[in-house]
């Protein structure tokens, strides 16, 4: 949540910025704002609303190169106070200037003493208190850093901060603690970023900084000067990775959207999600080592959204594929319901992004605890990939649709595999088992070529399911996590209400809903339960639910049916159907006006808890 950018350099300062905001608007999109220092002139634009707004209000704003500057820039998902100008960030001081991502928790103690100060605030965020705080601290303490230091100390919570001020002109100080910040550089430049995005193709090399780290960087002397300190006020060392992702992979590609696009790349993606990992008639992954699994006895997975999904369908493969005890927890209420964490569980957590803030404290407590923790994660060199014991990546290449397509189906085909891995090294499969669990995994990439046909329908189907009070995804077993993911894409992006439900749950209440305004999507699996679902599914066509079915068998009930092909494997209907929930949330998105990247009060990476 929240985007943040610094540069110091002598190039296009204005372009630098928008275009770093650009690569991280996926992380809000409420307001932006930049601030730009030249020697100690500062200008400031913020706006309301998409990066184009800024985009305007900044066109007569000209920062030509070969004079060295100062900036920061934020794009803002709200956490307090509404998407307002005065609540955008940059935030000010007297004459210092803020961008932060997180949230400061105790920021009212700390406005209430500053206020009995003097100080006045004119905006209702938690940030603004950090310009002010670090003023008020260089009153007592000449020196800035020493000053940036103690306030820094005084702040409970989350964040990645960039603080400019009138005094230092040539300096950004920064500070990171649970949200995400990255450092780039050359000889005469420096960029941060929330993410490498906004760094690729302008650093060659990046830091990674970890939590409790602060400094302060500048450029003198066309040279650039970096110090990192950690909480005790010592020098840190500076490890640089290089900086290596193509960014063609980022844009739409003649595609209406960038997750129409992603769901097309599915096929692709999952392609290399496999490539090198089955081999020689068994799964091999090379970046765990086997010893992971000894004495392992249960799996605790946690993790949020379509990556909690993800999470409780592979608990139905841990359990009946590896025959390993599988718990799967929501991180947010894991993070708070005291645990009872066990040495011997394998503690796994799944995220696209690797920065989801509750997913990334959970792994913290596990690791704190002993467990043996691996992410499945889809952004190499994230926190969660850091710090975690073990990584599998997803290879779902940049997923810039706010809602998740191609990085849930990696997630799918990874955690499959790893059920079948665990399962060869406990020997709780037949070797004829693997050999066709094998051969199905080879096959996902062709059953995901979407059917140009298919598209057509759903386009044509969407505008009955645009009204109505309601709908219910319903499924049985690993179609009811598929069944959450189809009810989560269609709210997340169309508005309208809809629930993923257990089908044989609905007559314990939901039935009650049950009129021709409601709208049924059921997921019919011929090779699961099936005669189980038709009856639900009777249930609640007695009850005149409208019903869309989605399966291999006709179903004369059906008041729509979607048919997909003949399987022999369920999780060949799992990934059909996953295409098809995937496509008609997206269609219905479209014929309702809305902006299907960008929906309404969402954001792609939610690093705040
Ligand atoms: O990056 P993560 O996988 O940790 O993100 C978790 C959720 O925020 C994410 O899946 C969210 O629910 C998506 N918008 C779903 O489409």
Same mark, same amino acid.
């Not at 050359?186 to 400094?215: H, K, M, Q, R, W």
């Given at each position: 949540?929240?985007?943040?950018?610094?540069?110091?350099?002598?190039?296009?300062?204005?372009?630098?910025?928008?275009?770093?905001?650009?690569?991280?608007?996926?992380?809000?999109?409420?307001s932006a704002?930049?601030?730009?220092?030249q020697?100690?002139?500062?200008?400031?634009?913020?706006?309301?609303?998409k990066?184009?707004?800024?985009?305007?209000?900044?066109?007569?704003?000209k920062?030509?190169?070969?004079?060295?500057?100062?900036?920061?820039?934020?794009?803002r998902w709200?956490?307090?106070?509404?998407?307002?100008?005065?609540?955008?960030?940059?935030?000010?001081?007297?004459?210092?200037?803020?961008?932060?991502n997180?949230?400061?928790?105790?920021?009212?103690?700390?406005?209430?003493?500053?206020?009995?100060?003097?100080?006045?605030?004119?905006?209702?965020?938690?940030?603004?208190?950090?310009?002010?705080?670090?003023?008020?601290?260089?009153?007592?303490?000449?020196?800035?850093?020493?000053?940036?230091?103690?306030?820094?100390?005084?702040?409970?919570?989350?964040?990645?901060?960039?603080?400019?001020?009138?005094?230092?002109?040539?300096?950004?100080?920064?500070?990171?603690?649970?949200?995400?910040?990255?450092?780039?550089?050359?000889?005469?430049?420096?960029?941060f970023?929330?993410s490498d995005?906004p760094?690729?193709?302008?650093?060659?090399?990046?830091?990674?900084?970890?939590?409790?780290?602060?400094?302060?960087?500048?450029?003198?002397?066309?040279?650039?000067?970096?110090?990192?300190?950690?909480?005790?006020?010592?020098?840190?060392?500076?490890?640089?990775?290089?900086?290596?992702?193509?960014?063609?992979?980022?844009?739409?590609?003649?595609?209406?959207?960038?997750?129409?696009?992603?769901?097309?790349?599915?096929?692709?993606?999952?392609?290399?999600?496999?490539?090198?990992?089955?081999?020689?008639?068994?799964?091999?992954?090379?970046?765990?080592n086997?010893?992971?699994?000894?004495?392992?006895?249960?799996?605790?997975?946690?993790?949020?959204?379509?990556?909690?999904?993800?999470?409780?369908?592979?608990s139905?493969?841990?359990?009946?594929?590896?025959?390993?005890?599988?718990?799967?927890e929501v991180?947010?209420?894991?993070?708070?319901?005291?645990?009872?964490?066990?040495?011997?569980?394998?503690?796994?957590?799944?995220?696209?992004?690797?920065?989801?803030?509750?997913?990334?404290?959970?792994?913290?407590?596990?690791?704190?605890?002993?467990?043996?923790?691996?992410?499945?994660?889809?952004?190499?060199?994230?926190?969660?990939?850091?710090?975690?014991?073990?990584?599998?990546?997803?290879?779902?290449?940049?997923?810039?649709?706010?809602a998740?397509?191609?990085?849930?189906?990696?997630?799918?085909?990874?955690?499959?595999?790893?059920?079948l891995?665990?399962?060869?090294?406990?020997?709780?499969?037949?070797?004829?088992?693997?050999?066709?669990?094998?051969?199905?995994?080879?096959?996902?990439p062709?059953?995901?070529?979407?059917?140009?046909?298919?598209?057509?329908?759903?386009?044509?189907?969407?505008?009955?399911?645009?009204h109505?009070?309601?709908?219910?995804?319903?499924?049985?077993? !690993?179609?009811?996590?598929?069944?959450?993911e189809?009810?989560?894409?269609?709210?997340e992006?169309?508005?309208?209400h809809?629930?993923?439900?257990?089908?044989?749950?609905?007559?314990?209440?939901?039935?009650?809903?049950?009129?021709?305004?409601?709208?049924? !999507?059921?997921?019919?699996?011929k090779?699961?339960?099936?005669?189980?679902?038709?009856?639900?599914?009777?249930?609640?066509?007695?009850?005149?639910?409208?019903?869309?079915a989605?399966?291999?068998?006709?179903?004369?009930?059906?008041?729509?049916f979607?048919?997909?092909?003949?399987?022999?494997?369920?999780?060949?209907?799992?990934?059909?159907?996953?295409?098809v929930?995937?496509?008609?949330?997206?269609?219905?998105?479209?014929?309702?006006?809305?902006?299907?990247?960008?929906?309404?009060?969402?954001?792609?990476?939610?690093?705040?808890?």
């Amino acid at each position: 949540m929240c985007g943040i950018v610094g540069y110091i350099g002598q190039k296009n300062i204005k372009e630098v910025l928008i275009n770093g905001l650009s690569e991280l608007e996926y992380r809000g999109y409420d307001s932006a704002g930049i601030a730009i220092m030249q020697e100690s002139n500062l200008s400031i634009y913020k706006s309301i609303g998409k990066l184009n707004n800024l985009i305007d209000k900044t066109k007569d704003l000209k920062t030509d190169k070969n004079i060295l500057r100062v900036g920061i820039g934020h794009t803002r998902w709200a956490t307090h106070g509404k998407p307002t100008e005065l609540n955008a960030h940059p935030h000010i001081g007297e004459f210092s200037f803020v961008v932060h991502n997180g949230i400061i928790e105790n920021y009212k103690k700390i406005k209430d003493k500053l206020e009995k100060n003097g100080h006045k605030f004119i905006s209702q965020t938690d940030t603004e208190v950090i310009a002010h705080l670090f003023e008020y601290n260089l009153e007592k303490q000449s020196d800035a850093l020493k000053a940036f230091q103690i306030t820094i100390n005084e702040l409970e919570g989350a964040y990645a901060i960039l603080l400019i001020t009138k005094s230092e002109n040539n300096r950004i100080f920064f500070a990171k603690n649970g949200s995400p910040l990255i450092i780039g550089y050359t000889e005469d430049e420096i960029y941060f970023g929330s993410s490498d995005a906004p760094l690729v193709g302008l650093a060659n090399e990046v830091t990674y900084f970890n939590d409790n780290e602060f400094g302060v960087v500048s450029i003198y002397n066309n040279t650039n000067s970096i110090e990192i300190y950690n909480k005790k006020f010592e020098k840190v060392d500076i490890i640089k990775k290089s900086l290596s992702i193509n960014k063609q992979f980022a844009q739409k590609g003649g595609f209406r959207f960038f997750m129409e696009k992603e769901v097309y790349e599915q096929s692709r993606v999952i392609s290399e999600t496999i490539m090198g990992r089955v081999k020689d008639e068994k799964i091999e992954f090379e970046e765990l080592n086997k010893t992971l699994f000894d004495n392992i006895e249960n799996i605790t997975i946690c993790a949020c959204g379509t990556s909690f999904h993800a999470g409780l369908a592979s608990s139905y493969l841990f359990e009946r594929i590896s025959k390993v005890p599988t718990k799967v927890e929501v991180a947010s209420e894991f993070r708070y319901k005291e645990p009872l964490l066990n040495k011997n569980t394998l503690f796994i957590v799944i995220s696209q992004s690797g920065e989801t803030a509750d997913t990334l404290e959970a792994l913290k407590m596990a690791k704190e605890a002993g467990l043996k923790t691996l992410v499945i994660c889809n952004v190499d060199n994230s926190s969660m990939v850091r710090l975690a014991d073990f990584t599998i990546l997803t290879r779902a290449g940049i997923e810039k649709g706010v809602a998740s397509t191609k990085a849930f189906a990696t997630q799918m085909v990874v955690l499959w595999m790893l059920s079948l891995y665990i399962a060869n090294i406990k020997k709780s499969i037949s070797k004829e088992f693997l050999e066709k669990e094998l051969k199905a995994i080879l096959t996902i990439p062709s059953i995901l070529k979407i059917d140009n046909n298919l598209h057509e329908k759903l386009k044509r189907l969407s505008k009955r399911y645009l009204h109505g009070h309601g709908f219910f995804f319903i499924g049985r077993d !690993i179609f009811y996590p598929l069944a959450l993911e189809g009810a989560l894409k269609l709210k997340e992006i169309s508005y309208l209400h809809a629930e993923g439900y257990p089908a044989g749950e609905m007559k314990h209440g939901p039935i009650a809903l049950a009129d021709s305004e409601l709208f049924t !999507i059921a997921l019919m699996p011929k090779n699961i339960l099936y005669e189980k679902m038709k009856s639900n599914v009777e249930e609640l066509s007695a009850r005149d639910s409208t019903i869309l079915a989605i399966s291999a068998y006709e179903f004369e009930i059906a008041d729509d049916f979607i048919k997909i092909k003949e399987q022999n494997h369920y999780m060949f209907e799992f990934f059909e159907m996953m295409i098809v929930l995937q496509l008609l949330a997206m269609e219905i998105a479209i014929r309702l006006g809305n902006d299907v990247d960008m929906p309404r009060n969402l954001a792609k990476s939610v690093t705040v808890e």
